[in-house]
Nanobody, 128 residues
Framework: QVQLVESGGGLVQPGGSLRLSCASS????????IGWFRQAPGQEREGVSC????????AYADSVKGRTTISRDNAKNTVYLQMSSLKSDDTAVYYC?????????????????????WGRGTQVTVSS
């Protein structure tokens, strides 16, 4: 079965850090741009960050820029989202997904939101 599995979420205090992982099962991630998305309670899902398929180009939403780093380890078929200086506004379920394009831009990240197919996600709660 082809799927992406998110992990690494948890409860963290404001100002803390987390590293989320997105691991593929059943297919090689090398050929795909990968995006991270999140959905907070009562809010629409939004794009957080993406990384391109081959050249490592990245993009970030303004809300996480400067606090977040996306990276990929193709040997491990895994994409990571390192988040720091976490705020209560970062509380959400985080999802990863392949993008429709091999390139990563805010546009290609946003375009993926139109396809309502998501994994289970991983919960991030920022609270003291």
């Amino acid at each position: 079965q082809v799927q992406l599995v998110e992990s690494g979420g948890g409860l963290v205090q404001p100002g803390g850090s987390l590293r989320l992982s997105c691991a593929s099962s059943g297919f090689n991630l090398d050929y795909y741009a990968i995006g991270w998305f999140r959905q907070a309670p009562g809010q629409e899902r939004e794009g957080v960050s993406c990384i391109s398929a081959k050249d490592g180009v990245t993009a970030y939403a303004d809300s996480v820029k400067g606090r977040t780093t996306i990276s990929r380890d193709n040997a491990k078929n895994t994409v990571y989202l390192q988040m720091s200086s976490l705020k209560s506004d970062d509380t959400a379920v985080y999802y990863c997904a392949t993008l429709f394009s091999v390139s990563c831009t805010i546009g290609t990240l946003t375009a993926r939101l139109s396809h309502d197919s998501w994994g289970r996600g991983t919960q991030v709660t920022v609270s003291s």
